[in-house]
């Protein structure tokens, strides 16, 4: 009953959008040109358009020179004008300037488009190149095309747009540690980040599986640490120095603050690889190419530790212009500090009662080594919960938003960086076929990113903005992810971008309006009009499914009424519970169907890429004491002759303990039997359960028990059971687990 609520409402606002943007069609307003993301502060539109020309010219304050360059190259490659520049304002149809007094607030901008002229003021060059990105959304979405689009009329409505953000902190972390993201692929990053006003990128350089970036004093950092495997299976990669110099310098012009993150303690096996006494035990370990937390934490007994520290971090910051030095620190599991006897004489000469103590000792270590270089340090909450830090750090908060009450208590600032709302490694649906993504938290969908709960920011506010995350562990929980280079892929930034967006423009929202400009249907509806931008950029973004604008129950039928969620896309539905195709019915009214289990629909933006289908999950509330909904099984998955049937249980056996697996048969002709059964971490086996039973009419459940004993966090485990179906394979049934101890 309440999820029918949701979707009334849901309805409800849906058709107040859409009576919105009639409404503004009517007064001839193109509401469609003024769908900015970030919502902008404050808009007056007015009548009429300007239409830009090839023999215009563009006019910018001298310090202004990389970004009146940046449009300029923008606007060429797809309209082809080649705009005269100069630095005097005066005749000039699009003039660049700062103006601190008309524009008070850091980052903030005027735009004023009016029948003769462009004017965008900033109140730095950071707000000038916000102003930049409003005028680019305001033109037609071909504007961000790398190719020349000769029959687009370039037309901006003529409008004052006067905006700034309202956190100083609006970023996104970028895993290239776990897998190597070349350098052109996190300039992409970037111009996505700077399209939509985020201005901090969080590199995460360093974990167990890679070492990223080059200390060329310690030159087995990239050497060995940087590579997993051998041969044709070598995997990884790093930036040199003069790479990363020449990212800060293409981030800089888009007003993006590139911060790196050099991990420890924990975290950093790779580097432990390259020099095994960094660690507690000097044990040589190999980069892993399989996910885990590896126990092998840096040694805070050895002097060497703090030097090879000092000189990294000395490097580091030199290269970097940032304040800002993220240190990682979390996930450290303390088992070699407790038996190292040079970490526990430091105990003892410090005085600590608890060996996690030692991470709050090194951490003010570091944070007065970084704070004599004018850097404040920037880590994982737990930097904060590890011990007492004296200099203030900045904390980014990854368990929930209601945790940020511990930087408060502790004088620290926070970022909200929640994995309930902000890690974009997690999938947006349940939906089966959805791309494969971490699970250990529920799904994250486009409006539950979009409405986290966010305070406005003052100058004293504790937390300072929001940090979207992108992990790419899931590359090395298997090899499915991987490319395969001898045919030239791309499927690893494909499958970055997938899970990024659309979600980053909702992180952008969240960082830049105040808590009363937020409104998700508002949001909903501008952002109909951006797939097409993200297309132009090449974006592989997820699809959206098509919007139910209405359900109805009718003379026995569900009706169905759909909208598309992107501009231009159609719809493709079916109504008997199989995958839409091309070929498919397209969408063009209600539709009528017996049970809303059997509809399917899909938005279909070409012929190569739809979204995944609405999907409507069974009832599964009569066999609530069976436990949690695992796998369902059909005359698709069940081999007509004895075969085996595997699927997963990622996220649903978590942790040690026992749990009861039941095998619910609940339609079908033919009876199934069911023989052993196997639990699977990967492709390793775990249990093996030898139960002989069959499912018919009279007997319509068999549960096995199955230990766990081996759970890790972040690893894909699968049950494969065998199956031999008699007269046929028309057999449909659920299954359920249950921990039971």
Avoid at 448 to 477: A, L, R
Wanted: proline share 5%; with cysteine; aromatic share 12%.
């Amino acid at each position: 009953m309440y999820n029918e609520i949701i979707i009334q409402m849901k309805h409800w606002f849906l058709k107040m959008a859409a009576m919105s943007i009639t409404m503004c069609a009517a007064l001839g307003m193109e509401a469609q040109s003024i769908a900015v993301i970030p919502q902008p502060a404050q808009v007056e539109r007015q009548a009429g358009t300007l239409l830009l020309t090839p023999d215009m010219t563009l006019a910018y304050d001298e310090l202004l020179e990389e970004q009146a360059t940046y449009l300029k190259q923008v606007v060429y490659r797809s309209t082809g004008f080649q705009w005269k520049t100069e630095t005097r304002a005066k005749r000039a149809d699009i003039v660049l300037k700062i103006d601190k007094q008309q524009v008070p607030q850091e980052e903030g901008y005027h735009l004023v488009v009016d029948s003769k002229r462009v004017l965008i003021s900033g109140h730095d060059a950071g707000g000038l190149f916000y102003g930049i990105q409003t005028f680019l959304q305001l033109l037609p979405p071909a504007v961000y095309s790398s190719a020349l689009q000769p029959d687009v009329e370039w037309r901006v409505p003529q409008v004052s747009i006067a905006d700034a953000p309202d956190h100083p902190w609006r970023g996104m972390m970028l895993d290239v540690a776990r897998y190597f993201f070349d350098k052109e692929f996190v300039k992409k990053y970037i111009d996505m980040m700077a399209m939509y006003k985020l201005n901090k990128l969080q590199l995460h350089l360093i974990d167990d599986s890679g070492w990223r970036l080059e200390i060329k004093k310690y030159p087995r950092l990239t050497e060995v640490g940087a590579w997993s495997g051998k041969d044709e299976k070598r995997l990884g990669g790093f930036y040199t120095q003069d790479e990363i110099r020449e990212l800060i310098a293409y981030a800089a012009v888009r007003n993006v603050e590139i911060i790196p993150e050099i991990e420890f303690p924990a975290h950093m096996l790779s580097a432990v690889a390259a020099y095994p006494w960094l660690s507690c035990t000097g044990v040589q370990h190999e980069v892993p190419r399989q996910h885990f937390i590896s126990r092998d934490l840096m040694c805070v007994g050895k002097e060497t530790s703090y030097q090879f520290l000092a000189d990294v971090l000395e490097e580091t910051v030199n290269l970097f212009p940032s304040n800002y030095i993220n240190i990682g620190g979390d996930e450290a599991v303390y088992d070699r500090w407790k038996e190292c006897p040079l970490c526990q004489k430091v105990m003892e000469r410090e005085g600590l009662k608890n060996v996690a103590d030692l991470q709050g000792y090194l951490t003010n270590v570091v944070a007065d080594m970084m704070a004599k270089k004018n850097k404040t340090v920037v880590g994982w909450e737990e930097i904060i919960q590890r011990g007492k830090v004296d200099q203030q750090v900045v904390a980014v908060m990854w368990h929930g938003v209601k945790d940020t009450i511990q930087a408060t208590q502790s004088g620290h600032k926070a970022i909200l960086a929640p994995a309930t709302h902000l890690y974009l490694d997690f999938p947006e649906s349940k939906t089966p076929g959805e791309i494969k993504a971490a699970t250990w938290m529920p799904p994250i969908s486009l409006e539950k990113c979009y409405s986290m709960e966010m305070n406005d920011y003052s100058p004293e506010s504790t937390v300072m903005g929001v940090q979207g995350c992108f992990w790419s562990d899931q590359f090395i929980h298997g090899t499915i992810l991987q490319e395969l280079e001898p045919l030239n892929e791309n499927r690893s930034e494909n499958y970055a971008e997938y899970l990024t967006f659309p979600r980053l423009l909702a992180v952008a929202e969240l960082g830049w309006c105040k808590t009363a400009q937020r409104n998700w249907p508002d949001f909903h509806q501008r952002i109909r009009t951006h797939y097409t931008r993200l297309d132009y950029k090449n974006c592989n973004y997820r699809i959206p499914e098509p919007d139910i604008v209405s359900m109805k129950e009718k003379e026995g039928k569900i009706w169905f009424e759909l909208a598309s969620p992107i501009e231009g896309a159609s719809i493709l539905y079916t109504v008997d519970g199989s995958y839409p195709h091309t070929h498919s019915k397209t969408y063009t009214g209600p539709v009528a169907v017996d049970t809303k289990t059997d509809f399917r629909a899909v938005t279909m933006t070409d012929s190569r890429r739809c979204s995944l289908p609405l999907y409507f999950a069974p009832d599964y509330s009569a066999y609530k004491q069976y436990g949690t909904f695992v796998a369902e099984w059909s005359p698709r998955t069940i081999a007509p002759d004895a075969g085996k049937w595997r699927f997963e249980t990622t996220g649903k056996m978590v942790g040690n303990g026992t749990y009861e697996l039941t095998f619910v048969r609940t339609r079908g002709k033919s009876p199934l039997n069911l023989g052993t059964l196997i639990q699977y971490k990967r492709e390793e086996k775990l249990t093996e359960v030898a139960v002989q039973g069959k499912l018919d009419a009279s007997h319509s459940t068999l549960t096995y028990r199955v230990e766990m004993n081996e759970f890790e966090a972040g690893l894909p485990f699968y049950i494969e059971v065998d199956t031999r179906p008699e007269e046929g394979n028309d057999v449909f049934g659920f299954v359920f687990v249950k921990k039971v101890e």
